[in-house]
């Protein structure tokens, strides 16, 4: 069974145990793989990266609603819209961005 990507509802944070983690729209809670070479220090620029793009996200966020409102109706429903637009967006975005050899980025 292929996982479905889950949309995080909130920006990620670091839990008490320095875990990068968010809350997916689903109410759970999602832990982030970090390379097991990375160190505190690098957490945190990562982190600050991620918090530094929080306003831009939020943008994309509105700007998705407001397309999935836009052309959403009897003939094409609001999930299928959703889908429509991800699926859209990583065949436009995805030959900037391969995947890396050897599987997961």
Request: negative net charge; hydrophobic residues 35%.
């Amino acid at each position: 069974m292929e996982d479905k990507p889950i949309t995080p509802h909130a920006g990620p944070t670091l839990d008490a145990e320095g875990q990068l983690t968010y809350i997916g729209d689903d109410g759970r809670r999602y832990v982030v793989g970090l390379p097991s070479e990375i160190d505190e220090a690098s957490v945190d620029r990562v982190m600050t990266t991620l918090r530094s793009g929080n306003d831009l996200f939020q943008q994309i966020e509105e700007l998705c609603h407001r397309w999935i409102a836009e052309v959403s109706g009897r003939e094409l429903d609001a999930r299928a819209a959703f889908v429509l637009m991800l699926t859209t967006l990583e065949t436009a975005l995805e030959e900037n961005y391969p995947e890396p050899e050897g599987g997961d980025p």
